[in-house]
């Protein structure tokens, strides 16, 4: 059971980035999935959740409207693509399989499947 993220990068302001979270040795059908971050000093947060099952999706109120979810069922995959970025969204993006239940994220890495994350940074 493996979780690689990629896609993270340098951006400047108002960019934009779109972060991958593939998954090998299970399939994605079965679980939720979410995406979170931690930036240096902060506590891990979850931004985003989607549904294997129906791909409804949830995002926290800091990235609405800017970031959208989606899951390829065909690819075992999922994504975030990330908008007008801002500073404030440097961190390291995690995606974690269910540790997430609609707006609810359980930040706790003994719960669920984690991936080794993937760095962020917005600046000019």
């Known amino acids: 059971v493996q979780l690689v993220e990629s896609g993270g990068g340098l951006v400047q302001p108002g960019g934009s980035l779109r972060l991958s979270c593939a998954a090998s040795?299970?399939?994605?059908?079965?679980?939720?999935i979410g995406w979170f971050r931690q930036a240096p000093g902060k506590e891990r947060e979850g931004v985003s959740c989607?549904?294997?099952?129906?791909?409804?999706?949830y995002y926290a109120d800091s990235i609405k409207g800017r970031f959208t979810i989606s899951l390829d069922n065909a690819k075992n995959t999922v994504y975030l693509q990330m908008n007008s970025l801002k500073p404030e969204d440097t961190a390291v993006y995690f995606c974690?399989?269910?540790?997430?239940?609609?707006?609810?994220?359980?930040?706790?890495?003994?719960?669920?499947?984690w991936g080794q994350g993937t760095q962020v940074t917005v600046s000019s």
């Open positions: 974690a399989t269910d540790v997430c239940s609609g707006s609810y994220y359980n930040t706790d890495t003994d719960f669920g499947s």
């Open positions: 989607i549904s294997s099952s129906d791909h409804s999706a």
């Open positions: 040795g299970f399939a994605l059908d079965y679980f939720t």
